[in-house]
């Protein structure tokens, strides 16, 4: 069954000032959607709303996932439904491994207690096959293995940080996935591999909302729906030729015809 | 003392009043309870003071060489001859019977290597972390995976002429080498404790690695063939000769005795400060602290008539008893009986508190029975009835096909009437009917209910399962006639009945055995002392099916008490020892220290916090590390000092670093003691002086005025853990205080009296000192002054102190006291060889309600020398991590480089971290760094944590355990999980 994301009407600010000011837009899995605008267009504020962050308040509107309001939810809680948010920028946690996290985080998704008693035999199994996965999965994103014991983030490039974010998208298994900017920062080479990971994913139980400023990772991934942000409101939405239009015309048509409509 | 003790009892419930927690630490007014603690009970372990003839005694026991006799006996002339005020001589507080305890040499079975890991891993399946994950963790201990290293350790280090023995056993194979350096780092002159420790130590490391030797992995106490024991004395030697490398840690690893937290009993080693247990008036009580050290011994096992509440102590364990000796009839002995009782004499016998060791076959054990007041009318005595056939014969599931809570229950057909009782039951409760079902050929009868309701209720207060049942807080706290019904129908639906003429014996087995202390339990408050018997599980065949039946718990009593062997009170029972078993044990013992009665509950039975004297508040502690470290050597020692274990460590810590050596010292601490001194707070009242937050309004004295004033105040500070003093006025005011903290006193020269700030150890008996005697102060009240009566030393307590504005003193305890000036005690490492280095990382969370005071000391005598201070700290909850470090660059010491740095993670608004670098610099060409960083935990990183699935406490955990990253590195495995783990516990709850 098709799991849904479904935005209604939503209003969020940010310490007073109202930054997306109506967002209605569904994602299912087994679609990617992309959404593009001009910067401080609220693209990046509609991630972090959607993942939960404490600072976004959401003052208006609705984000069912699976039927269910999730407004109110923690973010973990969002996690363990099935939401994940590829950061636009990483945070650094120190003395904390990547492997360590990643290992912390897929229990805390099963639902396992981080010290519980499990059955340990099944417990070591589990291990054994997350690791495994985990070097799988960084052969794959072209990182070199070391990076699972290193701390989380610290001293990675921009590119490695955001290459991570998607090994940690492919580990934790996400039924709809944000990615804010990955690709911004990323040489084309980059951008290619993370393209290709995220296509991997593709299929009936995967969905993705793909936040970004350009066309090229589009090239790669051609998404199924297109739409455009402009201040606060999607303007226009539509198929991945919009993104070719939106190439050859910029935001500035679209921009123009949004004030139009709101005069 | 008693006597002291007694009186001050007297006069304080006549005259004044006074502060809750004072009343139960000094005069505790023991007619609250069932019975009287007899005080001077401790008698026994008290000799009066330390002699040149006990000394040599110790030095005779342990078959010393003769220059350790002299060297003892020096430092013990030292020790007197210390300037030491009034209370020099009066020692009687110290155990010296412990001392010749720990002097005596125990058997020398050499202990299996396989018995180490095993511990290990105890260790690891208490933390439950799967061995695969254990691997993964960090990549740390790599080198721990296999038995097979342990087997070889002992074997490598002997190979490479590694000494690693207890200082004792140092002392009689290594005679020279000892005499070598034994005191050669702190030598009794350094202070008052050690020469004290110089003069009475015992136990304690002696490590020497010879040239070159690198031992790759840590040495820990348990390594050593003769375990470690933590004694009040212990005495530690390192020495490093050139070029070697070793690194040692201190710390402990907690195994156990169950005891009772009042529904159920837990192992003692899970419980920790601030748990509640039952003492031996049935009441709760506070746990204050949690002790663990290493015995080797004989360990005794009292088994009274319920073999299955035996419980195994050490011998100097005080237990609560009446001793049959005491209550016997006059009639003579009958052959092969105990002598007879006189029941008159029993009942009025005062139980007294007894050392295990001391006990005999025929004594009787206090078994108290656990008050239960807390009436509740959500159970009619309908349910209670059908959750105690839910308990005998119940089960509750989802039923797999039409996904329905189920309740059911299966009776043989026989019982007719409980099956009617049962449908009736049900029908009343649930307003359903209940399905009867035969089944054909097992004589058995099914009474089943589709009910959510009840099966709530059912899961909810009695648990699922055959072996976890349990009954919840809830039912346990019921009183006993409403309780009645269950145990009733309990009874009849588990149990049998059998007659056995004069008597009837009542029998109910259970796989629960949880499920069967709560029975003995509830039985007790009624009045009955029911047996408990295991029955071993095993393999079976019943009917010809071959199954695994578990062990079984049989309850067993009888309804006519007359020939019961057991008596009992009102509030507790009377249960003869059957038989001690005596064997030795090498492992580890835990102890607990618990508020107001001093005691718990093991297995039921009444035991007294023990010995108070060894590891208690109540003694003093000053053990001595010495640490050597030739040319070119390195030597890292690590401490990881009270997490949630009180053993008091040491007090003189000092590291020599010769030419190019290096010394680190690794030192952890979480958790501070919390001080129990009170405060006068405007307008919250009394308070403990920790509870005390800036800008809280104060009651001082105004110097000029001599009245009392109220002053903000700035700050509060834990200063260390310190030896402290009690100071008793004439009107019985207490307050315990370190040595150097001032207290105004009133002093006559020629014909004027003066106010002069004197320090403790200044003051004498007879002293006038400043008081309030009105408690609560009031503003504007003039002070008073009252004639010291007693001074006595304390031992070691982590102490505070308040800083106040415009005016520097406060009232505490009703004494005005001056805010105190600081004496610190840290590791040092004096750097006399050119190019020694010195690495001093101290790690400290300070939770709610603490400060943690933590540092350093780096001495640079040598030109070329470097040393690094890292100081990293965590505080959360109001606490306050301090940092302070000493520095001093002797003249001569050219080119010396240091740098301190201090990293401090702050978790929210409320709490802070303070670095004071003290810095002494007598040479010109030196180059000196210090560094701070204040960090605090950012929302977007949580956000980012939780965002990937963790709690928000977990996320904090995690990185908070970054953060700490650094130093778990150098630990080994278990040390580093154990640590983590208490991390996590200060971490939990900690949000949300």
């Known amino acids: 069954m098709a799991s849904t994301l479904e935005i209604r009407d939503l209003h969020v600010s940010v310490e007073g000032k109202e930054i997306l000011k109506g967002v209605t837009l569904t994602v299912k899995t087994g679609e990617i959607h992309s959404i593009m605008g001009p910067n401080g267009s609220g693209k990046s504020t509609l991630a972090l709303a959607l993942m939960g962050h404490p600072k976004y308040e959401v003052t208006k509107g609705e984000i069912l996932f699976k039927g269910q309001n999730i407004v109110e939810l923690e973010p973990n809680e969002r996690a363990r439904l099935g939401l994940f948010l590829a950061f636009q920028y990483p945070l650094e946690i120190q003395g904390v491994p990547l492997g360590r996290f990643l290992w912390a985080a897929k229990k805390a998704l099963l639902g396992q207690s981080q010290d519980g008693q499990t059955d340990k035999k099944a417990d070591a199994k589990a291990l054994s096959q997350f690791r495994k996965e985990l070097q799988e999965k960084m052969k794959l994103l072209k990182m070199d293995e070391s990076f699972a014991q290193r701390y989380l983030n610290v001293g990675f490039s921009g590119g490695e940080k955001k290459r991570a974010e998607i090994v940690q998208m492919h580990i934790l298994k996400p039924e709809i996935a944000i990615l804010d900017e990955t690709d911004s920062g990323l040489d084309i080479d980059s951008v290619k591999i993370v393209a290709e990971a995220v296509n991997q994913l593709r299929g009936p139980d995967f969905g993705a909302l793909v936040i970004t400023h350009y066309q090229r990772i589009l090239n790669f991934l051609k998404p199924d729906y297109v739409h455009v942000m402009i201040d606060g409101r999607i303007v226009r939405s539509g198929d991945e030729s919009l993104v070719h239009e939106l190439e050859a015309k910029g935001y500035d048509w679209l921009i123009n015809e949004s004030k139009a409509e709101v005069s | ?992």
């Open chain 2, 1 to 992: 003392m008693t006597k002291k003790i007694e009186e001050v009892r007297h006069l304080g419930e006549k005259k004044r009043p006074i502060a809750e927690k004072e009343r139960e630490t000094y005069d505790r007014d023991y007619s609250r309870y069932a019975f009287s603690y007899p005080t001077d009970k401790y008698k026994y372990v008290l000799k009066p003071g330390l002699s040149r003839e006990v000394i040599e005694e110790i030095s005779a026991i342990k078959n010393e060489p003769k220059w350790m006799r002299e060297f003892r006996l020096k430092a013990y002339e030292i020790f007197l001859k210390k300037p030491m005020p009034t209370w020099g001589g009066d020692l009687s507080h110290i155990n010296f019977d412990t001392i010749t305890y720990y002097a005596t040499p125990t058997d020398k079975g050499a202990r299996s290597w396989e018995d180490v890991p095993e511990e290990v891993k105890k260790t690891f399946d208490r933390l439950g972390i799967p061995e695969a994950e254990r691997k993964f963790l960090a990549g740390v201990g790599a080198q721990y995976d296999s038995e097979v290293v342990y087997h070889s350790i002992r074997e490598d280090l002997a190979k490479k002429g590694v000494i690693f023995l207890s200082m004792d056993e140092g002392l009689r194979e290594y005679p020279d080498l000892v005499k070598e350096y034994f005191g050669t780092v702190i030598p009794p002159t350094d202070n008052k404790f050690a020469a004290l420790n110089s003069a009475v130590w015992s136990g304690g490391s002696f490590i020497y690695v010879p040239k070159g030797v690198h031992v790759e992995i840590p040495l820990q106490a348990y390594f050593r063939i003769n375990a470690p024991q933590m004694g009040q004395f212990e005495r530690t030697l390192i020495i490093a000769d050139e070029g070697a490398r070793v690194h040692y840690i201190e710390g402990c690893l907690p195994g156990g005795e169950q005891v009772s937290v009042g529904d159920r009993w837990v192992n003692i080693e899970s419980l920790k400060p601030g748990d509640y247990v039952i003492a031996d008036n049935g009441e709760k009580a506070r746990v204050r602290a949690t002790m663990v050290r290493r015995y080797r011994g004989e360990m005794l096992t009292i088994k009274p008539i319920s073999p299955y509440n035996a419980f195994r102590l050490t011998p100097e364990h005080p237990v609560l008893v009446v001793r049959r000796s005491r209550v016997l009839q006059r009639r003579k002995p009958r052959n092969g009986w105990l002598p007879e009782v006189d029941t008159e004499k029993l009942f009025t016998a005062q139980p007294e508190y007894v050392p295990a060791g001391e006990l005999t076959v025929g004594d009787f054990l206090v078994f108290p029975k656990v008050q239960a007041h807390n009436y509740n009318p959500r159970y009619s005595p309908e349910l209670l009835k059908l959750l105690g056939y839910y308990l005998a014969e119940g089960s509750a599931f989802i039923h797999k096909t039409l996904n329905v809570p189920v309740v059911s229950f299966s009776f043989g057909t026989h019982e007719k009437e409980v099956i009617t009782e049962v449908c009736d039951l049900i029908t009343k409760i649930t307003g359903k009917d209940a399905y009867v079902t035969e089944l054909k050929g097992r004589h058995a009868v099914n009474v089943t209910v589709y009910s959510q309701e009840l099966f709530d209720v059912c899961t909810s207060s009695c648990g699922t399962g055959a072996s976890s049942k349990r009954l919840s807080d809830e039912l346990m706290a019921l009183p006993p006639e409403q309780i009645e019904p269950l145990l009733t129908a309990y009874f009849v639906g588990d149990g049998n009945v059998c007659d056995k003429g004069n008597s009837v014996m009542y029998r109910a087995a259970t796989a629960s055995e949880t499920l069967a202390q709560q029975i003995q339990e509830l039985l007790a408050r009624k009045g009955i002392y029911a047996s408990i018997h295991v029955r071993p599980g095993g393999d079976d065949t019943i009917n010809g099916r071959k199954i695994h039946r578990k062990d079984q718990y049989i309850i067993v009593y009888t309804a006519d008490k007359r020939w019961s062997e057991i008596r009992q009170t009102d509030r507790y029972f009377l249960v003869p020892i059957k038989e001690i078993e005596r064997a030795p044990y090498d492992g580890f013992v835990f102890n607990l220290d618990v508020e107001g009665p001093s005691s718990y509950l093991v297995r039921g039975f009444a035991v007294h916090n023990c010995t108070a004297p060894i590891y208690s508040k109540e003694s003093l502690h000053a053990a001595v590390v010495e640490l050597i470290a030739k040319r070119g050597a390195h030597l890292r020692y690590t401490t990881l000092q009270n997490w949630s274990n009180d053993v008091y460590n040491l007090v003189t810590k000092r590291a020599i670093a010769y030419e190019d050596a290096t010394v680190e010292w690794v030192d952890a601490n979480i958790g501070c003691l919390t001080a129990d001194t009170k405060v006068f707070l405007n307008p919250r009242g009394a308070v403990n002086i920790t509870e005390v937050k800036p800008n809280d309004w104060i009651y001082a004295l105004d110097l000029n005025t001599m009245e009392i004033v109220k002053r903000p105040v700035k700050g509060i500070v834990c200063t260390g853990v310190k030896p402290v003093f009690k100071l008793i006025t004439e009107n019985y005011r207490e307050i315990k205080a370190t040595a150097n903290h001032p207290f105004l006193a009133l002093y006559r020269s020629e014909k004027h009296w003066h106010l002069v700030w004197k320090p403790l150890e200044q003051l004498q008996v007879g002293d006038l000192i400043a008081i309030i005697d009105e408690l609560p102060p009031k503003e504007g009240k003039p002070a008073e002054f009252v004639r010291i009566k007693a001074l006595e030393p304390l031992g070691e307590e982590a102490v505070y102190d308040i800083e106040v504005e415009g005016a520097h003193n406060f009232i505490a305890n009703g004494l005005i006291v001056h805010n105190s000036r600081l004496t610190m005690k840290y590791p040092s490492v004096y750097m006399l060889g050119k190019g020694a280095r010195a690495d001093i990382l101290s790690v400290a969370f300070a939770g709610k309600g603490q400060h943690q005071d933590t540092g350093g000391k780096a001495i640079h005598a040598a030109p070329y020398t470097t040393s690094t201070i890292v100081s990293k700290s965590v505080s959360k909850d109001g606490g306050r991590a301090t940092y302070r470090g000493q520095l001093v660059v002797a003249k001569g010491a050219h080119h010396a480089k240091s740098n301190v740095r201090c990293d401090a993670l702050i978790l929210d608004e409320y709490s802070r971290s303070d670095t004071y670098p003290y810095i002494e610099i007598d040479e010109d060409q030196v180059t000196i760094g210090h560094e701070a960083t204040v960090g605090k935990v950012g929302d977007d990183q949580i956000f980012y944590l939780m965002s990937r699935g963790l709690s928000e406490s977990e996320a904090l955990s995690m990185i908070v355990l970054g953060f700490m990253e650094p130093f778990t590195k150098t630990l080994p495995m278990e040390y580093a999980i154990e640590f983590n783990r208490l991390i996590q516990l200060e971490m939990e709850g900690s949000v949300g």
